[in-house]
C-alpha cells in the first residue's frame, strides 16, 4: 500500500513538473532595464521593456511560444520615458507610457511590424508614480496619478474608445472620503472598471505607507470608494476572476527595517462592498514585491511575484490559494500572461541582463464554431470552418470524419482554419447516398491535443473509389504492409487493405492473369494510416487476379479469386 501511495506522489509530481517548461534565455539583453510589460496573443508574447538609457528608452519584442526573438522595435527614441504598459486582443496592441507631461498610446495591428500613434493626452508637469492599463471590449482603460498639490497625489482615469479617442474622464480621487490617492492599478469585470490606489505621500512605497482604497465604475458611474486595508499598505495591485475581485497589499513589517513587508490578498464578490479578511501570499518579502495576475480559461487565476531574486507562483482556484513554487531563482519584474490554459511568463536576470521566458503549457481548447457548407471549384465538396484557436504555440488543426456506417477516422490535418473534403461529393440532386460527419482537434507544438470540437454532418454520395476505414491520430502504423483481401474468393466485391508508415506516393493497381492492367485504384499522394478500399469486378471474368501496392519505398503483389 505504502508503495502504491509513494508511486501515486511521485507520479503526480512528475506531471506537475513537466507542465512547465525549461527556462529560457531569450537573446534579449536589456542591462539597463527599469521595468517591463507583457501581454500574449495568438501572434506570441508581446514585451515592453523600459531602460534608463538616454535614448530608445521604451522599446518592443516580440516572442513566440518557444523563446525565440520575431521582431523588435524601438516605440520611443527619446530619453526619460517611463511606466510602459502593453494589453490588447487579438487584433490589436496598444502600448501606453509617459513622456514629459504627455501620456503617449501607439497601436498596432499586424504583431507588431507597425504602430500607430494616437493623440497624446497632456497632463501636467507634476510628478507621476504610476500608469495602468487594462483591455476590454469596449476599449482600454488607463488609470495615471499625479501630484497635483504637493504633497498630495491624485488618480486620474481614461478610456481610449475604438475610435481611438480620450473619453470618460474622471479624477477618481475626488469623493470625500478618499480625496488623494497614487499608485494606482486597475481591472475590468463584466460592467465594471475596478481601481485601487494607496493614499500614502511619497513616490518611495517604502518611506511612508498609506490606506489600501478601491473604487468602482459601474456602467457610466462611480461608486464610493472602499477602504481595503487601512494599517499600513505600501502598494496595491487589483484583479479579478470570473466572479471575485483581488486586491494585493504589501503590509509593513514593524522591526524588520524598511524594506520588508508582508504581501497579502483580501477578496470580495465584484459587486459587493465587503472584503475577506487577509490571505497571507508571502511573509518577509521585499517591498513593492511587483505581483503580476492573469486569468486562464479554467477560471484559475495566476500570479507571480518576487521574494529578493526569486520569482514566484501561486494560483487561486475558486476556493483557496494553491502553495507556492518556483518559477526562478534569478529574477526581477517578473509578468505573467494566460491564453487559453497556458500560462506565459518573463522576467530580468539581473545577473546576466538578459530577460528570460518560461512557458506552463497545458492541452489546447477544443476548436469553437465548426460549420459545414458547400465548397471545392464545383461548390458540391463539403467545406469546414471554424474559428482560430488562440494559443500562439498552436501546431495544426486534426480533421475527424465519419460515414454512416463507419468509424471516425482521421482525415486530414491543416494549419488553416478551413478544409475541403474533396474525397466526396455533396448530395446534391436528391440521390442515395449517406451521411458523413466531421470533426476537428487543437494541436499544440508539444503534441498536446484538445478536446473535440462540436460535431457537424451533411448527406455525400461517391467516395472516389476509396475510403479510411481507419487511421487512428495516435496509432499511426510503424511499417508499411498490403493485406489479403476480403472476402477471397468474392463475387463480385472485394476489399484491398493496406497500411502506411508515412506519407507517400501510392499506386494500387488490379492485373489480370497475363499481367495486363485492369484497374486503377490509386494513384495519389496520401498520409500514414491504414486504408481499405472496395473493388468491384463486375465487369471482369472468373478468374485470378493480382493486386500491387507500391509507394516511394516498398512494393508488394497479393492474388484474389474471381468467382461468378
Known amino acids: 500500500m505504502k508503495k502504491i501511495i509513494l508511486s501515486f506522489l511521485l507520479l503526480c509530481s512528475i506531471n506537475y513538473s513537466q507542465s512547465w517548461n525549461n527556462i529560457v534565455t531569450t537573446t534579449i539583453n536589456e542591462p539597463n532595464l527599469q521595468k517591463m510589460d507583457l501581454y500574449t496573443n495568438k501572434a506570441g508574447n508581446h514585451i515592453i521593456v523600459q531602460n534608463s538609457n538616454s535614448s530608445n528608452s521604451i522599446k518592443y519584442y516580440l516572442l513566440n511560444s518557444t523563446g525565440s526573438v520575431v521582431r523588435s522595435s524601438t516605440i520611443e527614441t527619446a530619453g526619460n520615458a517611463e511606466f510602459p504598459n502593453v494589453a490588447g486582443n487579438n487584433d490589436k496592441v496598444y502600448v501606453v507610457y509617459k513622456l514629459g507631461n504627455n501620456l503617449k498610446a501607439k497601436y498596432s495591428t499586424n504583431a507588431g511590424q507597425s504602430w500607430t500613434p494616437i493623440v497624446d493626452k497632456a497632463i501636467g508637469a507634476n510628478y507621476c508614480n504610476a500608469v495602468d492599463i487594462v483591455y476590454d471590449y469596449t476599449g482600454l482603460h488607463l488609470v495615471y496619478a499625479t501630484q497635483d498639490s504637493y504633497p498630495d497625489y491624485e488618480t486620474h482615469y481614461y478610456r481610449i474608445n475604438s475610435s481611438n479617442q480620450w473619453v470618460d474622464y474622471k479624477n477618481v480621487t475626488d469623493h470625500s472620503s478618499l480625496q488623494y490617492g497614487g499608485f494606482p492599478t486597475v481591472s475590468v469585470s463584466e460592467n465594471r472598471v475596478h481601481v485601487s490606489v494607496n493614499t500614502g505621500q511619497s513616490e518611495d512605497p517604502t518611506s511612508n505607507s498609506g490606506i489600501a482604497m478601491e473604487r468602482d465604475k459601474y456602467n457610466s458611474n462611480w461608486q464610493t470608494p472602499q477602504t481595503v486595508f487601512s494599517q499600513g499598505s505600501m502598494v496595491e495591485k487589483i484583479g479579478n476572476s470570473s466572479s471575485k475581485l483581488f486586491d494585493f497589499y504589501c503590509e509593513f513589517v514593524a522591526g524588520m527595517g524598511q524594506y520588508h513587508s508582508d504581501l497579502y490578498v483580501k477578496e470580495r464578490s ?226 484491398i487493405s493496406f497500411q502506411l508508415s508515412d506519407k507517400s506516393y501510392v499506386s494500387l493497381k488490379v492485373y489480370d492473369n497475363l499481367g495486363r492492367e485492369v484497374s486503377v485504384l490509386i494513384d495519389d499522394i496520401k498520409e500514414a494510416g491504414l486504408y481499405s478500399v472496395p473493388f468491384n469486378a463486375g465487369n ?13 519505398n516498398f512494393s508488394d503483389l497479393k492474388k484474389m479469386i474471381l468467382i461468378k
Open 540 to 552: 471482369l471474368a472468373s478468374g485470378v487476379y493480382f493486386y500491387r501496392l507500391q509507394t516511394s
Open 270 to 495: 465584484l459587486g459587493g462592498t465587503s472584503w475577506s479578511s487577509g490571505t497571507l501570499i508571502k511573509s518577509f518579502s521585499a517591498v513593492n514585491p511587483v505581483v503580476s495576475i492573469s486569468n486562464s480559461y479554467d477560471n484559475k487565476t495566476h500570479i507571480v511575484y518576487v521574494d529578493y531574486e526569486s520569482v514566484l507562483y501561486r494560483n487561486y482556484n475558486g476556493s483557496y490559494w494553491s502553495s507556492e513554487s518556483s518559477i526562478e531563482t534569478d529574477g526581477y519584474y517578473p509578468a505573467i500572461y494566460s491564453v487559453s490554459n497556458d500560462l506565459y511568463v518573463v522576467y530580468y536576470s539581473d545577473n546576466s541582463g538578459y530577460i528570460k521566458y518560461r512557458q506552463c503549457d497545458a492541452v489546447p481548447l477544443n476548436p469553437q464554431n465548426l460549420t459545414i457548407s458547400a465548397g471545392g471549384t464545383y461548390n458540391n465538396k463539403p467545406k469546414l470552418d471554424w474559428a482560430a484557436n488562440n494559443e500562439p504555440d498552436l501546431k495544426r488543426y486534426v480533421i475527424f470524419r465519419k460515414l454512416e456506417f463507419g468509424n471516425w477516422i482521421q482525415l486530414a490535418t491543416t494549419t488553416n482554419t478551413t478544409y475541403t473534403d474533396q474525397s466526396v461529393t455533396l448530395n446534391l440532386y436528391g440521390g442515395v447516398g449517406q451521411d458523413a460527419f466531421y470533426k476537428i482537434k487543437a494541436e499544440d507544438l508539444t503534441g498536446n491535443l484538445s478536446n473535440f470540437s462540436n460535431e457537424v454532418s451533411t448527406e455525400i454520395i461517391g467516395l472516389n473509389k476509396f475510403s479510411i476505414d481507419f487511421a487512428e491520430y495516435d496509432n499511426i502504423p510503424s511499417i508499411t504492409k498490403l493485406f489479403s483481401n476480403y472476402p477471397n474468393p468474392f463475387n463480385p466485391e472485394t476489399k
